[in-house]
């Protein structure tokens, strides 16, 4: 008998595949809970639910699945071009931005090639590296803050890509316009840099990263659906960058990535400002009663300024385990590196009240 991995790429053989917050569905049925008895507060997502007027939109759509989907995704692209400012052909649309994470590394990537991370940064983009057999520098983060000086410094002729997630996951923690400004100026050409911006929308005063894009630098900016637009089971997520990048991106490209749905869902939820503002101001609330909450409890916790909160509570694993038992998901944080927190996603506010009712319990507060 052959061993399939005499044959399959060598690099996959100890690639740790990405562990996702556990489904509710999947926590009701192992403990016998009832679902609807159960929060999720262990993926970033927003609690308020889709914008409306996206569900509308994508009720409307569903007459048409019989059609193809737009391979162009011509209104969304030109809807998100004009929001920023710049052209159609600035725009890449993706599965969820992790989609364009990939063509990115299908683009630049090949075995040998390293690219550079925070040490505590997303996991997936030293997952996808390795997919293409390149190597991940993790530099280290004091405070847990990205430390660019030394992320520029760590630079070699193999680093193809350098990504900074502003603000960063599981982290919360921003780098500022000034910092980014002084990065730049020290990059070379041969790297491409990804602003990956997940959670720019709940900021107050967000860094201006399209600058380099409109400059022509080798720069992405990631952005997403998923978070304060509420739509992340549609799967939908964007780059912008300069139009030759992009068209080298689109190369790597499935035609029908974007189903039809989607592009009618996103379409309607990116121009609905109401649903947005509405869920930054409950975000904003929640973050701060939660992180009065850790203060009050002793816990430390890192000032977050996305939609969740690290906090550390001892063993992050059991604590995750208890919490679930009572019918509350958070997030474990042992595959970053941080087996002695959780990261908690903000959520409505009877939600944060009884995760906090429920963390007081598990830690016998
Ligand atoms: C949630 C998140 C994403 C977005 O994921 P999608 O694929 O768009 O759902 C990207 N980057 C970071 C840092 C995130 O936290």
Not at 20 to 34: C, F, Q, S, T, W
Not at 231 to 254: D, N, P
Request: hydrophobic content about 40%.
């Amino acid at each position: 008998m052959s061993n399939i991995w005499d044959f399959a790429n060598s690099q996959l053989k100890d690639l740790v595949a990405y562990e996702p917050g556990k489904p509710i569905d999947e926590v009701a049925r192992e403990r016998g809970l009832n679902p609807e008895d159960i929060i999720k507060m262990a993926s970033n997502e927003n609690p308020l639910g889709p914008s409306p007027k996206a569900q509308a939109a994508m009720t409307a759509a569903c007459g048409d699945v019989h059609i193809y989907p737009d391979g162009g995704s011509y209104k969304l692209r030109n809807a998100i071009a004009q929001k920023f400012g710049l052209e159609m052909g600035n725009v890449i649309l993706g599965s969820g931005s992790n989609e364009v994470i990939e063509f990115i590394g299908h683009a630049f990537l090949k075995a040998g090639d390293n690219i550079i991370t925070a040490e505590h940064a997303f996991l997936v983009y030293k997952l996808m590296a390795k997919v293409f057999g390149s190597n991940t520098i993790e530099v280290p983060d004091p405070g847990y803050v990205h430390d660019l000086d030394a992320m520029a410094a760590a630079i070699t002729p193999q680093t193809k890509e350098i990504f900074i997630a502003n603000p960063n996951n599981p982290t919360g923690t921003l780098v500022t316009q000034e910092q980014i400004d002084r990065f730049m100026a020290k990059v070379p050409d041969h790297v491409v840099v990804v602003f990956d911006e997940a959670y720019y929308e709940f900021l107050d005063n967000p860094p201006d990263t399209l600058k380099y894009v409109r400059e022509g630098r080798n720069v992405v900016v990631l952005r997403t659906f998923s978070k304060i637009q509420g739509l992340a089971g549609l799967r939908i997520g964007y780059g912008l960058a300069s139009k030759e990048l992009i068209e080298v991106l689109q190369r790597t490209r499935q035609p029908f990535n974007i189903n039809s749905i989607a592009q009618a869902g996103a379409l309607a939820g990116l121009l609905d400002d109401e649903h947005q503002a509405k869920t930054k101001r409950i975000t904003d609330e929640g973050r701060s009663y939660l992180q009065t909450e850790f203060a009050h409890l002793g816990l430390e916790f890192i000032p977050s300024f996305a939609n969740f909160v690290l906090v550390k509570v001892g063993d992050g694993n059991a604590v995750f385990k208890a919490m679930m038992d009572k019918g509350v998901i958070v997030r474990a944080m042992a595959a970053y590196k941080l087996p002695q927190w959780v990261r908690i996603s903000i959520g409505t506010m009877p939600q944060n009240e009884r995760c906090i009712a429920v963390l007081k319990e598990v830690l016998g507060k």
